[in-house]
């Protein structure tokens, strides 16, 4: 007896419904296909699972439950940081104090504020009309740090050998004092360079910047051409990169190369963010060949490039800022 034709008191027969009828259901569960059948006639509950008709009824684990794909879960809302009025009445217009700066033209400062590309404590300002202290604020343009105050002194200076790294010698040698003594600021030298090294060094009133690009933490690199005793064997720049150690420690360069061979000595490039005493000379002899001139040629984006030797210049506003940028201010 088919389907159609039972009675519909006449009990189903163990086993359900046949496969293909209206009333089947699948393995699925409830709302389900069966493999190979009909549907029921109405589309299948969202997410319902199917059975695949390779795997004789099994659940493909790849669809089971829902077959939507996952969704980010959504960070709850939080409140903006309110913005910060760095606005100081007794202060000076920003776009004169920019043009004042270098920057540009009274009327192409006024268009980088526009622009929003000017930003005073971390605060992205675009009002012409806001005021502020170049002594205590600091102004980025496109990331970099300006100099507004007129008052700091920024200076390349070109040491000598036989210079004493000083402002005052007791002993009576020359020093620093003997070349900026007649200024009026009172200028730091970042870093030092021992008596017999010549080359760049950095003069500031800057504290808190010559304090960054001295101390190792910050990671500034300097540069330094050396002549040694040569020849100079190929295992030298690996152990030099791997870290020497010396009586104050363990000390590893982050460049090496040789840059040309003498008979019997070879010049050679050496780049390092440490700043400890003599430290190029000890390394160097560390791995078998002692210094017998040492020029430190940059500090950070700095060259000494011609300067001549004794001779100064003031630092560029495209190179202040990139001092600003390497000492991480």
Known sequence: MTEHSRSPRQPRKKGG????SAGSRGSGGKGGYTSGGRGTGKAPAKGAGKTSGRSGGKTNSRFAGSTKPSQP???PDRDAPAPVDVHDPDGIRLQKLMAAAGVGSRRVCENLIAQGRVEVDGQIVTELGVRIDAKSQVVHVDGVRINLDEDRVYLAFNKPKGVVTTMHDELGRISLEDYVGNREERLFHVGRLDADTEGLL???????LAHRLQHPAYGVLKTYVATIRGPVGRDVGKRLREGVELEDGPVSVDSFRIVDHQPGKAMVEVVLHEGRKHV???MLEAVGHPVLELVRTEVG???????KSGRMRRLNKAEIGAL????GL
């Not at 419904?17 to 293909?20: E, H, L, R, T």
């Not at 950095?202 to 808190?208: A, E, F, P, S, V």
């Open 202 to 208: 950095l003069l500031t009133n800057d504290g808190d």
């Open 280 to 282: 190029v000379r000890r």
């Open 73 to 75: 879960t959504r960070l």
């Open 324 to 327: 600003y940028k390497a000492a």
């Open 17 to 20: 419904a046949p496969s293909g």
């Open 301 to 307: 984006p700095i060259r000494l490039a011609d300067l």
